[in-house]
T-cell receptor, first 114, second 114 residues
Framework: DQQVKQNSPSLSVQEGRISILNCDYT??????FLWYKKYPAEGPTFLIS?????DKNEDGRFTVFLNKSAKHLSLHIVPSQPGDSAVYFC?????????????FGKGTKLSVIP | EAGVTQFPSHSVIEKGQTVTLRCDPI?????LYWYRRVMGKEIKFLLH????????ESGMPNNRFLAERTGGTYSTLKVQPAELEDSGVYFC????????????FGPGTRLLVL
């Protein structure tokens, strides 16, 4: 039973436009949310995170939005660049468990077209 | 500062053989995690060390997998005997000892069991 869902396996966006990647989770106890970017043959690279006490966090071209009532988070990349082409993973954790293990979605492959 | 390193980068073994994977976390990171991605599936948690102690090993698939972290520094993950379904990419991650600490991933070890 998947607790984190990224329903779009792939997304194509024109360079300079906005990329929006979506993620849904099922358990309202999750309280820390992260986005990772992954290039082929490399490990996931941390991009941006947000805790459940916030609804928005920005870092340069990357903004993560959290909608707790809908159990939904999204990553906005503006403007999109060809170097952003990668697989993006949404990950969630629950601090109360003491383990902080991350639960990942299956990823969305973003292609930014020059 | 050096990132998380993993050795070997690739391993091809025959069913029934033993393989040992090594992970060196970022210096000063008490938390060390092992994850695995089987082809076509999401990245899944295996276990979590805090220093040399196993905090959570709920993701370990069976007793053919043995993880150690002697002295609270590097960690090893041994698979004995390896089965075909153990093939995949094994990632190690480390973080500071905080509930919302970001986990930083290594490049992974690609294991193929023939």
């Amino acid at each position: 039973d998947q607790q984190v869902k990224q329903n779009s396996p792939s997304l194509s966006v024109q360079e300079g436009r906005i990329s929006i990647l979506n993620c849904d989770y099922t358990n309202s106890m999750f309280d820390y949310f992260l986005w990772y970017k992954k290039y082929p043959a490399e490990g996931p690279t941390f991009l941006i995170s947000i805790s459940s006490i916030k609804d928005k966090n920005e870092d340069g071209r990357f903004t993560v939005f959290l909608n707790k009532s809908a159990k939904h988070l999204s990553l906005h990349i503006v403007p999109s660049q060809p170097g952003d082409s990668a697989v993006y993973f949404c990950a969630v954790s629950y601090s109360g468990a003491g383990s902080y293990q991350l639960t990942f979605g299956k990823g969305t492959k973003l292609s930014v077209i020059p | 500062e050096a990132g998380v390193t993993q050795f070997p980068s690739h391993s091809v073994i025959e069913k029934g053989q033993t393989v040992t994977l090594r992970c060196d976390p970022i210096s000063g990171h008490d938390n060390l995690y092992w994850y695995r991605r089987v082809m076509g599936k999401e990245i899944k948690f295996l276990l979590h060390f805090v220093k040399e102690s196993k905090q959570d090993e709920s993701g370990m698939p069976n007793n053919r997998f043995l993880a150690e972290r002697t002295g609270g520094t590097y960690s090893t993950l041994k698979v004995q005997p390896a089965e075909l379904e153990d093939s995949g990419v094994y990632f190690c991650a480390s973080s500071l000892r905080l509930a919302t600490a970001t986990q930083y991933f290594g490049p992974g070890t690609r294991l193929l069991v023939l």
